[in-house]
């Protein structure tokens, strides 16, 4: 009797336990949410259903989790990757709030597995893997974990855009292919290119919507579908990704140059593919215009949202408050991730022992605008094995200088001299942003960022000095030729990049004041080379040692142009379009150099499966045999000039 009064009273005290621990849950976790100690605002929110399991588990779930988490370390010391990633996924399936095992488990994917393999699709699909399993669960689950996002951001800025992986020129045109079937090609300038991302922003969000603002969306959809069905009868749209990347595909075709012009695909996709000749049939229909609009606008939002985890306001705000983003550039990505990472996810760091965390993400932004001032100006054609032109947009300095001013004040009170970082970028950057300024042309812009700059890091810097004190065209002759009587080997360099940026943005873009000041500055700099007292001396065997690192114009404009031409890292059509629009005398200089090379990357690019012939697309200048006759007088007299000189410092030595 005594027994069984025990066990009764202990049944009722579980049953009063359970309930009063009921009772006290739902505060406990509001308590938990309102204090942000979980990685989520909501406790439950997005959890998958493993979760439930885990839970039933009880404490034994930390536990396990535990274990398994310490078993990841080991494995990974001893770079066992594969058979971290599968218990890697075991330990987010049961715990989906843990970050850390997020950020490694994308890690080992694009890093570790991917150069384990032998192709760039392998690798690229591995970093894909990767990035796409951070953007579209670990950051669901943890949309406040601030190191998601400075990781998320990293990758994009070094293993996509970096230089480290072997097959990082693949990454690059399979990223911008991707974002140009995507979104299309974005409007020139920073505040249309806003309110495109803004318009895409204020979409409906369901497909009930869009039709009731626009009734012909329905209806050219029907039409697509019963022109489809005429060859595959159980054909039913499906709005996806896949559908936006059909529509970028036909779109790029109607619309594009480069490739799809020079292949004409419009006539060859119609011809051999049946979807794409209905889709065309349908959306070549002037009457469903407006409709196709609403649609792909529609769509671009659901795909951004469903399929990316982006937010298209977002998109919009942080082009119009930071500069011209292009999604096709990895170090767009680089800069929303690690930028919305400060916003939603800071304040859990926000303290003196983790305050190094939030500097590092800050870093990945600024680094990730600097990235875009150097090749953020871009040209891709989705059609084309070739990389995607990236040339230097001088619209992004401004937009560093105030987010410098943003992140000094942020950080000014941060332990270890956290702003100090942020100013020797500053002046390292805006030091170069002069010299760019000018060198494009806009000399203003540039006196006015030197100026700047006195104000900051010269004469008011904390170390008063005159390192910012002259007219801008003398700063920068002083700066550069400054630079060169220290290290004289760099003058050459710098003299090919700023020639090799005046034709490329010259030819390509029309940048002609870009062009002009780059010829001037060549013209300067060789005849400061030929001139000066510290590089006008010869040596003992009659060479001009540092003056001949210059060498004439012409030969340094040769040179340069011969070095584009034979870039294969440059789309063929781009080198072809340079070579066709420079005057006379100069195609003459690089047709004999640059031909061989032409041919055969035109023999292998599909230009040339298509039939098209180098004598065509690379015609012979008019006159070569009188310009091949010149150059060799040119060249024996040189030779006989230079014997001259050397015999003559010989006699001098006896």
Request: net charge neutral; glycine share 6%; hydrophobic share 40%.
């Amino acid at each position: 009797m005594r027994d069984r009064t025990i066990q009764i009273l202990s049944v009722l005290v579980a049953v009063a336990a359970l309930f009063v621990a009921g009772t006290l849950l739902p505060r406990i976790v509001a308590a938990s949410d309102d204090g942000k100690l979980r990685y989520t605002n909501v406790s439950v929110e997005g959890a998958p259903p493993i979760v439930a399991i885990g839970a039933a588990v009880g404490a034994l779930r930390g536990l396990v989790v535990d274990y398994l988490w310490i078993r990841l370390q080991q494995m990974r010391e001893l770079s066992q990757f594969y058979d971290a990633r599968r218990l890697a996924d075991l330990i987010t399936k049961l715990q989906p709030r843990f970050g850390e095992v997020w950020a490694f488990h994308g890690h080992n994917l694009a890093y570790n597995l991917s150069v384990m393999t032998s192709t760039p699709e392998e690798r690229w699909r591995l970093v894909n893997e990767g990035i796409d399993l951070v953007r579209n669960k670990g950051i669901r689950y943890n949309p406040n974990d601030l190191i998601l996002y400075k990781e998320l951001g990293w990758w994009f800025a070094h293993k996509v855009d970096g230089l480290s992986d072997d097959a990082h020129l693949y990454y690059k045109r399979e990223l911008a292919k991707e974002w140009h079937l995507l979104l299309g090609e974005p409007p020139a300038g920073s505040t249309a290119r806003a309110a495109w991302l803004q318009a895409i922003a204020d979409a409906p969000d369901t497909y009930e919507e869009l039709v009731a603002r626009d009734p012909g969306v329905a209806t050219m959809i029907a039409a697509l579908e019963a022109k489809m069905q005429a060859f595959d009868p159980k054909y039913k749209v499906k709005l996806d990704r896949d559908f936006l990347l059909m529509h970028g595909r036909w779109h790029s075709v109607r619309t594009g140059a480069g490739y799809a012009k020079l292949f004409n695909l419009q006539d060859q996709f119609r011809r051999r593919d049946a979807a794409y000749a209905a889709m065309d049939d349908v959306f070549s229909d002037p009457a469903n215009a407006k409709a196709i609009d609403d649609l792909v606008t529609f769509l671009r939002k659901r795909v951004l949202i469903d399929d990316y985890n982006m937010e298209p306001a977002r998109m919009a705000r942080y082009t119009q408050e930071f500069g011209p983003f292009d999604w096709r550039h990895p170090q767009s990505h680089a800069f929303y991730w690690s930028k919305m990472g400060a916003e939603i996810g800071a304040e859990r760091y926000n303290n003196d022992e983790d305050i190094y965390r939030i500097l590092n993400d800050d870093r990945t932004t600024i680094q990730a605008m600097q990235a875009l001032a150097h090749s953020g100006l871009m040209r891709v054609d989705p059609f084309s094995t070739d990389n995607p032109t990236r040339l230097y947009d001088i619209r992004w300095i401004k937009s560093i200088d105030r987010y410098f001013r943003e992140l000094y004040s942020k950080h000014y009170k941060a332990r270890g001299g956290g702003p100090d970082t942020f100013v020797d970028f500053y002046e390292n950057f805006m030091a170069q942003a002069v010299r760019e300024l000018y060198h494009a042309g806009e000399v203003e812009e540039a006196q006015k960022l030197l100026d700047e700059l006195d104000k900051l890091c010269g004469r008011g810097g904390l170390i008063p000095n005159n390192k910012y004190v002259a007219p801008v065209d003398v700063f920068v002759r002083n700066a550069t030729f400054g630079e060169y009587e220290m290290v004289p080997d760099i003058a050459r360099t710098d003299l090919s990049a700023i020639l090799r940026r005046g034709f490329l943005e010259g030819y390509l873009v029309g940048k002609k004041k870009v062009l002009d000041e780059a010829l001037v500055y060549a013209r300067d700099l060789t005849e400061y080379f030929r001139t000066n007292r510290f590089t006008d001396f010869r040596t003992k065997m009659g060479d001009a040692r540092l003056a001949d690192l210059i060498g004439s114009l012409e030969r340094s404009v040769e040179d340069v142009l011969v070095s584009i031409m034979q870039d294969q890292s440059l789309p063929l059509v781009d080198r072809l379009t340079v070579y066709n629009r420079l005057p006379e005398d100069q195609r003459a200089m690089v047709y004999d150099s640059a031909r061989a090379r032409i041919e055969a990357d035109l023999a292998a690019s599909p230009l040339g499966s298509g039939g098209a012939k180098a004598e065509n697309l690379f015609p012979e200048p008019p006159n070569m045999e009188a310009y091949r006759a010149r150059q060799a007088e040119r060249e024996s007299k040189r030779a006989a000039e230079d014997k001259e000189r050397k015999e003559g410092s010989m006699d001098r030595k006896r």
